[in-house]
């Protein structure tokens, strides 16, 4: 784990703040930037993986679905490790889902991703992201007979 300064954890609280701020009002370009600040600065593992998990999924949304692949695995190899949330490990197998998904990459595993998101989500009892798993897996069917 990083260690972190007194004065570095508000800066980047401050910065992914901004960016999820900025995700929410769908002005992705901007979000992206405000996370790649974010993790410009040192800071602990847990944090950085949050971090990578809201570039990428900025990267998604703006149409770089491969680019956030690598930044997604990261994030999700830290989340398991560390992450006593299981819905932070969740929200980072959901939006590496939607990555794989989107480039073309492996389907299946998207799939698997994502249902392991659901069964963390129920879990948990989340049922606002329970809801947005659940559309998404309907809309999202497994192809048969490859060409």
Do not use: C
């Not at 990267?59 to 989340?79: C, F, H, T």
């Not at 980072?92 to 492996?106: E, Y």
């Not at 799939?111 to 989340?126: C, I, M, P």
Request: aromatic share 4%; hydrophobic share 40%; net charge neutral.
């Amino acid at each position: 784990m990083t260690a972190l300064s007194g004065s570095t954890q508000p800066r980047v609280g401050e910065w992914n703040t901004k960016a999820e701020i900025l995700r929410a009002l769908r002005r992705e370009k901007e979000s992206r930037e405000a996370f790649e600040r974010a993790l410009s600065v040192d800071q602990a593992d847990w944090m950085r993986a949050g971090n990578l998990t809201g570039l990428g999924r900025a990267m998604v949304s703006d149409g770089d679905p491969q680019g956030a692949i690598p930044l997604l695995e990261k994030a999700l190899k830290a989340r398991e490790a560390e992450e006593p949330d299981p819905s932070l490990v969740a929200e980072t197998r959901f939006v590496l889902a939607g990555a794989l998904w989107n480039s073309g990459d492996d389907r299946a595993r998207a799939l698997s991703l994502a249902t392991a998101a659901r069964g963390a989500y129920e879990s948990q009892h989340q049922t606002r992201e329970l809801t947005e798993v659940d559309a998404w897996l309907a809309t999202h069917k497994p192809r048969h007979g490859r060409r």
